[in-house]
């Protein structure tokens, strides 16, 4: 059986001047196009592939790997739209279509929503929605303060990012937590800050207390060394030359300084810290 927005293990049937043809071993075959072809193959040689359907609904296999298969969750750009609904950017030539009666509320071209896949069982073809309560809320919290969990990034908001939880919650990342590159679509590790009696949920991309102190002298440790033993930041230099250097706020910055300070292990002056020993 071929299946429709999944990867597939499939063998390389025959060879014809459109493609290879690549079968399950059940008597299904699907195209890989020329372009998809590598140098080298020989018939009978096992690939991997994704499968989807094209503009004229046939069956069509890929090497790329697309932002979302059938099942998954993943916040998607918009990037045009017809009567019927909107299409959204999935990393492949044709783009997903999310009809309207699928849409929350309506997509504007640019903007980007968190959206699920499933496969049209009359149509055959992948489709998006962004209809989530039913996967998507914070009715019962599975989580707790300080646990590691994954977030997704989903929204930009004023004062900082919504983003979904372990696949199963809202949350929000606010600015001031934030200390290294995010953008829109990215799935990074995180940690429960606090839980609100009304089950808002806020994230932090930093462990808090001792153990991100910790973290955070590991991580100047490895900057240090690939940096021949010399940061140029130190107590003076401000709050967002840190973090640029670091990706740190100044206070864990300071705090892991200190730490390693104690273990004799650096220096640190107004705008340097230096590496002065192994750590012990």
Same mark, same amino acid.
């Given at each position: 059986?071929?299946?429709?927005? &999944?990867?597939?293990?499939? !063998?390389?049937?025959?060879?014809?001047?459109?493609?290879?043809?690549?079968?399950?071993?059940?008597?299904?075959?699907?195209?890989?196009?020329?372009?998809?072809?590598?140098?080298?193959?020989?018939?009978?040689?096992?690939?991997?592939?994704?499968? #989807?359907?094209?503009?004229?609904?046939?069956?069509?296999?890929?090497?790329?790997?697309?932002? $979302?298969?059938?099942?998954?969750?993943?916040?998607?750009?918009?990037?045009?739209?017809?009567?019927?609904?909107?299409?959204?950017?999935?990393?492949?030539?044709?783009?997903?279509? *999310?009809? =309207? %009666?699928?849409?929350?509320?309506?997509?504007?071209?640019?903007?980007? #929503?968190?959206?699920?896949?499933?496969?049209?069982?009359?149509?055959? %073809?992948?489709?998006?929605? !962004?209809?989530?309560?039913?996967?998507? &809320? &914070?009715?019962? $919290?599975? @989580?707790?303060?300080?646990?590691?969990?994954?977030?997704? *990034?989903?929204?930009?908001?004023? =004062?900082?990012? %919504?983003?979904?939880? &372990?696949?199963?919650?809202?949350?929000?990342?606010?600015?001031?937590?934030?200390?290294?590159? *995010?953008?829109?679509?990215?799935?990074? =590790?995180?940690? @429960?800050?606090?839980?609100?009696?009304?089950?808002?949920?806020?994230?932090?991309?930093?462990?808090?207390?001792?153990?991100?102190?910790?973290?955070?002298?590991?991580?100047?440790? =490895?900057?240090?060394?690939?940096?021949?033993?010399?940061?140029?930041?130190?107590?003076? !230099? !401000?709050?967002?030359?840190?973090?640029?250097?670091?990706?740190?706020?100044?206070?864990?910055?300071? %705090?892991?300084?200190?730490?390693?300070?104690?273990?004799?292990?650096?220096?640190?002056?107004?705008?340097? @810290?230096?590496?002065?020993?192994?750590?012990?």
């Amino acid at each position: 059986m071929i299946r429709v927005a &999944n990867y597939n293990r499939l !063998s390389i049937a025959r060879a014809t001047d459109n493609g290879l043809y690549l079968t399950d071993g059940e008597g299904n075959e699907v195209l890989l196009p020329n372009r998809y072809v590598p140098e080298k193959y020989a018939i009978g040689d096992p690939m991997e592939v994704f499968v #989807y359907t094209d503009s004229e609904d046939r069956q069509v296999a890929t090497t790329e790997r697309p932002k $979302i298969i059938e099942g998954e969750i993943a916040a998607l750009q918009a990037v045009g739209f017809n009567y019927h609904g909107t299409f959204l950017d999935w990393g492949l030539p044709k783009d997903l279509f *999310v009809p =309207k %009666r699928n849409q929350q509320a309506p997509m504007l071209v640019g903007e980007w #929503y968190v959206v699920t896949l499933y496969v049209d069982r009359v149509t055959g %073809r992948a489709v998006g929605t !962004s209809k989530l309560n039913k996967i998507i &809320n &914070n009715d019962e $919290i599975t @989580v707790r303060p300080k646990e590691e969990v994954d977030i997704l *990034v989903a929204v930009r908001k004023p =004062k900082g990012y %919504r983003v979904v939880i &372990n696949d199963r919650h809202w949350g929000m990342l606010y600015d001031n937590q934030i200390f290294t590159e *995010v953008k829109l679509g990215m799935r990074m =590790k995180a940690y @429960v800050r606090k839980i609100a009696d009304d089950h808002r949920i806020d994230v932090s991309l930093q462990q808090e207390g001792f153990d991100q102190v910790k973290i955070a002298a590991d991580e100047i440790l =490895k900057m240090l060394d690939e940096a021949d033993g010399v940061l140029p930041v130190g107590d003076k !230099s !401000s709050p967002d030359e840190v973090r640029l250097l670091t990706g740190m706020s100044k206070k864990i910055f300071k %705090r892991a300084v200190g730490f390693l300070m104690s273990r004799g292990v650096v220096e640190s002056g107004d705008l340097s @810290v230096k590496r002065i020993a192994t750590e012990k």
